[in-house]
């Protein structure tokens, strides 16, 4: 199933649940008010806080072993990216992680930040490992999340990564000469 097609069930499913939304409104309006107002407190251009507390907590679940750098800079990085860009799908993103957010009351029961470290971890080996059908959507934002803590030249030389333009017997694409 492609982005586009997973973009179009949910707003099917957000449909069906129109009338709920509908009647709490009032709630989710004053909620986004005070998140907006979070947002510039913290500085940020584009994460809301809610959505930084969760790829804060991917981060934690998701990167094991030695890490090089602390998970605060992973929501600063993203912030820059989704503000840098000037998307019309830029919306999608901020879907994407609220959603991963909150998505996890399925199964957790709690949203997905406010659980400890070790139902975090269970929740990611179990859910977004084997990428069930119901929690598939959330792979995407796997990869979110380790482009944000990736994106730092520290984190890549610590996991041995070399840009494909440093390696050895690489040739630009213009020096290679035309594709056949």
């Given amino acids: 199933m492609t982005w586009n ?14 009338p709920i939304a ?18 510039r407190r913290r500085g940020r251009r584009a994460l809301l806080p809610h959505a930084e507390r969760t790829l804060v907590a991917y ?12 998970f605060a800079h992973v929501a600063e990085r993203m912030d820059r990216f989704l503000s840098a860009e000037d998307s019309p799908r830029g919306w999608r993103n901020a879907l994407l992680l609220t959603l991963m957010e909150y998505a996890p009351t399925l199964v957790l029961g709690l949203p997905f ?3 400890g470290l070790a139902a975090r971890r269970r929740f990611v080996d179990r859910h977004l490992t084997g990428a069930s059908p119901v ?3 959330l792979t995407f934002g796997k990869q979110l999340v380790r482009m ?33």
């Fill in 5 to 18: 097609q997973l973009t179009a069930l949910s707003a099917i499913a957000a449909l069906a649940l129109l």
């Fill in 22 to 39: 509908l009647l709490t409104s009032p709630i989710w309006g004053i909620w986004l008010l005070l998140e907006r107002r979070g947002r």
């Fill in 59 to 70: 981060c934690e679940a998701m990167i094991r072993g030695d890490q090089v750098l602390g």
């Fill in 113 to 115: 930040s406010r659980r």
């Fill in 135 to 137: 929690f598939r959507l």
């Fill in 148 to 180: 944000a803590y990736y994106s730092d030249d520290v984190a890549r030389q610590q996991m041995g990564f070399v840009p494909p333009d440093e390696r050895r017997g690489h040739a630009p694409v213009a020096a290679r000469g035309k594709v056949r």
